[in-house]
């Protein structure tokens, strides 16, 4: 402010120099005094005003003295005319020492006004800057407050996650276990259930070819059923049959019998017959013998009675001979007889002995002719007996066959039955527990889940510390409930095994031991495909996807391959990052302490391009003060121009209100106020100097509408009346 | 390229069979970099052969690693050629192609020859390396930053160009692994495997 006033004194100082003035320098020192005591008030400015009159009146004063005065007239006209100069002289001064005076008002107006805005200014930015430190302060009373409770916080957060660690751990340590165990039974399970299932499958598909055999079996059964009983008709007309072969056979024996008999009585006949055929020679021989008997009689009577004493033994031979003889013809008659009856008894004609052979060689041969008939009937029919036989055994072997084969199928279908119902059961109760262990595994997985969150979004630590306890209450109860379960289940089993071997008592013996046959194929079916799977596995193992086998040789790369050259890039950047990241720390914390230190934490952030910013701004104050200047001399000489050109003096009090004061005014007062207004056109103002210039408003103004010469003719007017009034008061 | 190959007009020699295999392992390593991200594209301009528009790399790398096995496969030294891709923040590996090579014919013979005709060969390496592009569909996506190195394994007698490092054998955990087609030269038999890291 001093500065400016000092900058405004200067100019005025100057302008009054250049004046080149004859006015004394006590009047300048009174100005200087007035100008250091003005102050902005109006009461102030009447009072220079009259200041500023009162020599122009003492002037006068001299002047009316100076008429006293008498000299020669042309003295007097020279006199005068200095005068007149002198006067004009002093007019002029006058004028432009006030109007020197308008403008140091002016312009001490205008700096009171800024200083005072910048007074008031600074008084606010004092204000506000006292409120943020006072802000500032109580912040960082709160913050260390907030960092202590945060440490407490976070010591206490601390303790508690300790503590809930150890429970969680041991928690987790259980969890484990349990899973442990319930991942145990599941794998147990798993590795039961698709035996069982692969079993079940087996036995279901082995059941469904045993249906299928058994359809086809009992599709089989009915053919048979309908085979056997064509058998049985079969059979039936074979038993006819055979009664009828039987009593053919009978009747065959019977004739075989009839034919023996024939043929004995053929043979007997025959014999007979042969007998009978000697039987003429036998009589013949018989008369001869007879003959030679009474010849011999008559010998041996001759002979005895020639020689009586000795017995001829030729004779007595020929006796024996002849009683043998005698004997056998009694025989053989008894057995013609005999022969006879029975060749009538066959003949069954009691015809003369003569035509009994033909008869019965006749009748003999109807029989054997009869009998081939009944031989070549019976060989047919043995045959026939034969075929019937072999075939009825063949369907009775079938029969046997399928009716055992039935039955097996019945028994393992039945046998099948009872296996799926145990493995049912048992497949039951494996999926139970399975899906009671899913249900476990799934609450764990829950309970982990849920405690995982709860960790995870820290509340309040007292909140979180109740959560916790009951939480671990909550999971303590679970855990004692699982362990109830266990136990139960293991009861469970326990109880239900023996039931299973009590089941299995009352199957049959022979069906127990071929099911552990069975089972014991199965298991050793199973072994071997565990050692394949091993050996799989072992396989596998070598082969692994994701193992590489170097094969005894050697792995090459380049040495500086890309992954290389990438890893060593990356180094490289995190390294430079790390120390890039250890600067900014370092000024992070110098900024920090700056901060604290001083309000003006920016200067350390980056002292240079603030210096500059402030020399910036240096410079553009300088720039705008000395365009101010500029413009302020220039405008004042702008106003002297004007003022001296059209004898107006021009000043814009308010927004385009624009009071004019002639050079020649009568009084200082005098003044045209002209405003501008909307349409661009200047109105005239009325005032207590406009009031008296009636005659020249009408004029100029409402008739020929022209503001230059009504402004001129009141400066016409001015000027004659205070020439006039000079010259008047010269005269 | 195939030269050699072509010099007797119905038979490949031994080192132009393993010129065959090299131009595969070339043209399939880098389909595989640029089907599998591993470059950036622009780094890639396109290359026609087998009737196939293969994308190459500009990388001099590839070309300079193939000249050493070139004479690896004429020796009849490599059991395997292994492209892996490796997770650079973990160092995990991801991917691991193998290019298995196996040895045909009279093993002994270094003058050994193949009546099997050229362009049948070449057929065969454009069904493998179409396989290669249309791997991408079932491959897990990289989507971490990820390298690649070039493995040779080789029979233990080997001399070690300069360069040329020791390396260990990369396994993959959770592997799953897809085997493409095969090819052959009748002289060397060339089976390509790719293994990845299963996400499941």
């Known amino acids: 402010m001093t500065e400016n006033s000092e900058n405004v004194n200067d100019t005025i100082m100057k302008m009054v120099n250049n004046l080149k003035s004859a006015v004394p320098k006590e009047k300048i020192n009174n100005y200087e005094f007035g100008s250091l005591k003005r102050t902005a008030s109006l009461s102030n400015s009447n009072e220079s005003c009259y200041d500023d009159l009162t020599p122009i009146k003492k002037f006068k004063q001299e002047n009316r003295l100076d008429l006293t005065y008498i000299g020669s007239p042309r003295e007097m006209r020279r006199l005068r005319a200095d005068l007149v100069e002198a006067r004009n002289l002093i007019l002029t001064l006058e004028s432009r020492i006030s109007h020197m005076h308008g403008l140091r008002k002016q312009m001490q107006l205008v700096f009171d006004e800024e200083n005072q805005s910048l007074k008031r200014q600074h008084e606010y930015d004092k204000k506000t800057i006292e409120e943020l430190e006072n802000q500032l302060q109580t912040i960082r009373q709160r913050e260390a407050e907030l960092k202590k409770g945060l440490a407490e916080v976070n010591n206490k957060y601390?303790?508690?996650?300790?503590?809930?660690?150890?429970?969680?751990?041991?928690?987790?340590?259980?969890?484990?276990?349990?899973?442990?165990?319930?991942?145990?039974?599941?794998?147990?399970?798993?590795s039961i259930i698709p035996g069982l299932e692969r079993k079940i499958s087996e036995l279901e598909t082995m059941l469904e070819a045993a249906e299928e055999d058994a359809e086809a079996q009992k599709k089989l059964a009915a053919e048979l059923e309908l085979r056997l009983s064509e058998k049985k008709s079969i059979e039936r007309d074979l038993e006819l049959k055979e009664q009828a072969l039987q009593n053919a056979k009978l009747y065959i024996k019977e004739l075989e019998y009839v034919k023996e008999s024939m043929l004995e009585f053929q043979e007997q006949a025959k014999t007979q017959a042969h007998k009978l055929t000697h039987y003429v020679e036998l009589q013949k021989e018989n008369e001869e013998l007879k003959e030679e008997n009474s010849r011999i009689k008559e010998d041996i009577r001759n002979k005895r009675s020639i020689r009586f004493k000795e017995p001829p033994r030729k004779f007595k031979a020929q006796e024996k001979k002849f009683v043998d003889l005698q004997v056998q013809e009694a025989q053989n008659a008894l057995y013609l007889n005999e022969w006879r009856a029975v060749a009538r008894g066959i003949c069954e004609s009691t015809e003369s002995d003569a035509a009994l052979p033909h008869l019965l060689r006749t009748t003999v041969e109807r029989l054997q002719q009869q009998e081939l008939n009944l031989t070549s009937e019976k060989v047919e029919l043995e045959s026939q007996l034969k075929s019937i036989s072999h075939e009825a055994k063949i369907a009775k072997v079938e029969l046997e066959k399928s009716q055992k084969l039935l039955a097996e199928l019945k028994l393992t279908g039945e046998q099948k039955q009872a296996l799926i119902h145990r493995m049912q059961k048992k497949l039951l109760l494996v999926s139970r527990e399975r899906d009671s262990y899913r249900l476990q595994l799934d609450s764990y997985e829950k309970d982990l889940t849920l405690w995982v969150n709860t960790t995870s979004t820290g509340s309040s630590s007292s909140n979180q510390l109740q959560a916790q306890k009951e939480r671990i209450e909550n999971l303590e109860r679970i855990v004692e409930g699982y362990r109830d379960m266990v136990t139960k289940l293991e009861n469970d089993v326990q109880s239900a095994q023996p039931n299973i071997a009590n089941d299995i008592v009352p199957v049959k013996a022979e069906q127990l031991s071929r099911l552990q046959d069975e089972v014991q194929q199965l298991k050793n079916e199973n072994e071997k495909l565990r050692d394949r799977k091993d050996q799989l596995e072992i396989q596998l193992e070598t082969y692994m996807v994701g193992h590489?086998?170097?094969?005894?040789?050697?792995?090459?790369?380049?040495?500086?391959?890309?992954?290389?050259?990438?890893?060593?890039?990356?180094e490289n950047l995190v390294d430079k990052l790390e120390q890039e990241v250890d600067k900014l720390k370092r000024k992070l914390k110098n900024m920090e302490e700056g901060i604290e230190n001083s309000k003006l934490g920016d200067v350390s952030l980056c002292p240079k391009e603030v210096h500059a910013l402030k020399e910036q701004i240096k410079s553009h104050e300088t720039q705008t003060q000395m365009l101010k200047d500029y413009f302020k001399s220039q405008m004042q000489e702008f106003r002297n121009v004007i003022y001296m050109l059209l004898g107006y003096k021009i000043d814009r009090t308010q927004n385009s209100l624009y009071k004019l004061r002639s050079m020649y005014a009568e009084h200082a007062d005098d003044q045209l106020c002209f405003q501008v207004n909307k349409e661009g056109d200047l109105n005239l103002l009325e005032n207590e100097f406009s009031a008296t210039l009636e005659d020249m408003i009408n004029l100029h103004l409402r008739h020929q509408k022209s503001i230059p010469v009504f402004l001129s003719a009141i400066t016409m007017d001015l000027f004659n009346n205070k020439t006039m009034s000079k010259t008047f008061q010269i005269e | 390229m195939t030269t050699a190959a072509q010099k007797n007009k119905s038979a490949i020699t031994l080192k132009g069979s393993a010129e065959i295999v090299c131009d595969y392992l070339n043209y399939g390593i880098n389909s595989i970099l640029f089907q599998r991200g591993l470059y950036p594209p622009e780094s890639f301009k396109s290359d026609e052969n087998y009737g196939l528009t293969i994308l190459m790399s500009t990388d001099n790398k590839i070309k300079e690693f193939l000249s050493t096995t070139l004479g690896w496969l004429v020796d009849r030294t490599v059991n395997k050629v292994a492209l892996v891709i490796t997770n650079v923040k973990t160092l995990e590996i991801m991917e691991r192609w193998d290019f298995n090579v196996e040895y045909e014919g009279d093993v002994a013979n270094g003058e050994q020859t193949s009546e099997k005709p050229l362009k049948q060969i070449k057929n065969e390496i454009r069904d493998v390396l179409k396989q290669i592009a249309s791997s991408v569909a079932y491959l897990p996506l990289l989507d971490c930053l990820c390298s690649f190195d070039i493995q040779i394994y080789t029979k233990s007698d080997v001399e070690l160009p300069a360069e040329w490092a020791e390396a260990e054998p990369a396994n993959i955990k959770n592997a799953q692994s897809v085997k493409m087609r095969t090819f052959s030269t009748n002289i060397h038999k060339m089976e390509t495997v790719v293994t990845y890291k299963n996400d499941d």
């Open chain 1, 158 to 190: 601390d303790l508690l996650k300790i503590k809930t660690s150890e429970q969680v751990e041991k928690l987790e340590k259980s969890l484990e276990e349990f899973k442990e165990e319930s991942r145990q039974i599941e794998f147990e399970e798993n």
């Open chain 1, 548 to 570: 590489d086998t170097l094969q005894g040789g050697q792995v090459f790369h380049l040495a500086n391959n890309p992954l290389a050259e990438c890893l060593a890039q990356r």
